[in-house]
């Protein structure tokens, strides 16, 4: 396997290496990963996350396993297994699935780790097109709004939301991100804060529901998010919290992006209802669990709702960021839009 380095992930010396997210800003610690029951719990507890990221690191970890000597039919039982660790991240089952069509070609392992090589390669690029594309959206001295962590630690490359957010900062826009702190687990906060940060970027971080006084007094310009999957109608899933702040965007008229690889539309959902929302534990709304400390604060037995994702119906959206083109309502209503 040749050696990588992402913000997030590495292969170093032929391993699978993941910088555990859930201690982020505070503590740098890398994991090493050598098999799928620990990526597997690596993605659950979020020490890897966001949607390029899980699967990416899934191919990677499958490519390893066949350098290793696992059989085909080991490696696509690994492969099913990888699938289930989240639900609604499209990327995760779309860079799995194509590693594992590699598997019945005769110069395995070698198809697959070529594979696997080139979706970490391609995310980098495509991180590069669709940050171009939405930076040249963004005017001089414009305030951009975000959500969850969209950048380097969820990608192999600069990302998308925030990749465009760091493009437009690199060609001098004199930006300021506010940047959501993304309840219940704060990739906004911890992470996004932390990249914003590490490049120089000028940003606020504040409690998402400080996004409807900051629009109402005019001070955000643009809010670019990420997503998980996008139905072929243009409704998206992305981090809970994100329908919210596309309602509040257009009360406000505040133009409202999503930025993600063409790969994230998924052919099969015709909408938003067919995207399936990861429900995570009560836990991590009653208090604050895992990573540097562990605390509830509401009362243990109380019942809590977890949805780690929403959907944003495409009516609120004025653009789709993709690495092809930047797309309008308008446009959706050509057949495969997206590749157009
Ligand atoms: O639960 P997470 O942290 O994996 O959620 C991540 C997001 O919602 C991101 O916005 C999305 O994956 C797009 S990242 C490039």
Redesign the pocket.
Known sequence: MREFTSMGMAIDNGKLKILDQTLLPHEKKWLSCENVDALIEMIQR?AI??????GISSSLLLAILAEHGHSREQLIKDGVRLKES?PT?VNLMNNIDRVLKKVSENDYPSSVIREAESIYLEDVGLCKKMSRLGANIIKKNESILT????GGL??AGI????GVIRTAHEDGKNITVFVDETRP?L?GGRLTSWECGELGISHVVICDSSAAMLMKAGKVDRVF????RIATNGDFA??IG?YSLAVLAHYHDVPFYVV?PRTTIDPECFSGKDIPIEERDASEVLGITGGLCSYTWAPEKSPAYNP??DVTPAELVTGWVLDTGVFTFNDLQHANWWMC
């Open positions: 979020l996350r966001g949607a390029p990221a899980i989240r991240a959500h969850c962590n969209t969820a990608t990302g998308t939301a925030m687990l990739q998010v990420g997503s998980d992305n981090k994100t993600a780690a994702f």
